[in-house]
């Protein structure tokens, strides 16, 4: 593993260790949910908490939920159009943005199906369990209250994890599938964006950068990282980065920092001053992704840095990571809020929620092994008709 090239996977284009950065991002995205869930008092102000709780402390970037999400987005933007910038063949593209659709809404729809079912036999225990935790959030499905207004419709269903969640950010059975959209739509962008600058120079490439940043912000916030992704793809697949450990130090410092911001409040007060006033949260979004370039340059650019990030377990995990995110929410609601009520007839509130996290982590680590399986079933048979469509030479005849 000395030299960069062989820090990259053949098959799919992507820096390993950004792989293991992936596994991380999910399980942020788990703890940051079973915090609000059963804690909401250490999300502060986040959770509608009076106390302050992680709240402008660094020590939130470990669960940073929103920056995880960012950080998601970042990483589709680098890794997407990886495959185009070092081949320079425009088909990669073509292949990429026909499959990218199906790719996520496979996996969607059998998120929002578990869902369905869980809702269909009364399986779900959130707002039993929100009363004891005091997380409205939780006692509103994540927000959404879909139990008073939803009418449970399998074909609805389907819909949802097919269509809604990729036109409408549809998410009354999955919450997190409000993603989908932006992840799809940032998809195509990164892909537009890497025919666009791929051969000009370094000032052109990044100046029409800034100004896709830009009009992307406007247009829509969360796909500014993707934009970002794509600009530092660019920047590691021409030019050879190398950072030592002071400054290898001080980029992934900085951007652990960053991620932690969640309000202008304690070590951030001094980030009033950006704060987005009308409540979108476009300032979260702008120093999350800063953070996320920091942390992934940082990474990409020192290869002990890299090999931290290499090792199997964090690698496993990135491999899971998106069944792991797309189940985790219905699987925290049924059986995490379950299981809760039941030990809190046997012991404390404390010793509750212990076990059930660990027993959660186990069937969250579980169902992800299990979907990853079916999930990289339906990406290889996509990309074998993808292939025969755009790539007839890469066809195996037998």
């Known amino acids: 593993m000395g030299r960069r090239s062989e820090r990259v996977a053949v098959n799919s284009g992507k820096f390993l260790e950004l792989e293991g950065l992936r596994g991380l991002a999910a399980a942020m995205v788990v703890a940051w949910h079973f915090v609000w869930a059963f804690a909401p008092s250490e999300l502060g102000s986040v959770a509608g908490s009076p106390e302050q709780g992680l709240v402008g402390s660094p020590i939130a970037a470990g669960i940073d939920g929103p920056a995880a999400v960012v950080l998601f987005f970042v990483?589709?933007?680098?890794?997407?159009?990886?495959?185009?910038?070092?081949?320079?063949?425009?088909?990669?593209?073509?292949?990429?943005?026909?499959?990218?659709?199906?790719?996520?809404?496979?996996?969607?729809v059998l998120a929002v199906l578990f869902s369905y079912g869980l809702f269909r036999f009364g399986l779900f225990h959130y707002r039993e369990a929100a009363a004891l935790t005091g997380s409205d959030w939780l006692g509103e499905y994540g927000g959404g209250a879909p139990g008073s207004t939803l009418s449970l419709s399998l074909a609805g269903a389907i819909r949802e994890g097919l269509v809604g969640a990729f036109v409408d950010k549809s998410d009354a059975y999955d919450p997190?599938?409000?993603?989908?959209?932006?992840?799809?739509?940032?998809?195509?962008?990164?892909?537009?964006?890497?025919?666009?600058?791929?051969r000009t120079s370094v000032k052109a490439s990044g100046g029409i950068?800034?100004?896709?940043?830009?009009?992307?912000?406007?247009?829509?916030?969360?796909?500014?990282?993707?934009?970002a992704g794509t600009g530092l793809a660019l920047l590691v697949c021409n030019r050879r980065m190398t950072l030592g450990w002071l400054s290898t130090a001080a980029s992934i410092g900085v951007g652990l920092f960053l991620f932690g911001?969640?309000?202008?409040?304690?070590?951030?007060?001094?980030?009033?001053?950006?704060?987005?006033?009308?409540g979108?949260?476009?300032?979260?979004?702008?120093?999350?992704?800063?953070?996320?370039?920091?942390?992934?340059?940082g990474i990409i650019a020192n290869e002990g840095a890299g090999r931290v990030l290499n090792a199997r377990p964090l690698l496993f995990l990135g491999r899971l990571s998106f069944p792991i995110y797309l189940f985790h929410f219905p699987l925290l609601c049924s059986l995490g809020c379950g299981l809760f009520l039941a030990l809190r007839e046997v012991t404390s509130y404390g010793g509750s929620t212990i076990i059930v996290a660990v027993i959660y982590a186990a069937a969250v680590l579980m169902v992800g092994v299990l979907l990853t399986r079916v999930d990289e079933a339906w990406g290889a048979w996509l990309s074998r008709m993808t292939d025969s469509l755009f790539m007839p030479e890469t066809r195996i005849s037998k």
Request: hydrophobic letters at 55%; a positive charge; glycine letters at 8%.
């Open 261 to 278: 911001y969640l309000e202008p409040a304690g070590a951030y007060s001094g980030m009033a001053v950006i704060q987005d006033g009308a």
């Open 75 to 108: 990483l589709s933007g680098f890794v997407i159009p990886l495959r185009f910038f070092r081949s320079g063949r425009a088909r990669t593209v073509v292949h990429a943005a026909t499959k990218r659709w199906p790719r996520l809404a496979g996996l969607s």
């Open 280 to 297: 979108y949260r476009y300032d979260r979004i702008l120093v999350h992704t800063l953070a996320a370039v920091l942390m992934m340059f």
């Open 209 to 227: 950068t800034v100004c896709v940043a830009f009009l992307a912000g406007a247009a829509d916030p969360w796909l500014v990282p993707f934009v």
């Open 176 to 198: 997190v599938l409000w993603t989908m959209r932006h992840e799809l739509l940032g998809s195509f962008l990164s892909m537009g964006l890497a025919l666009a600058i791929r």
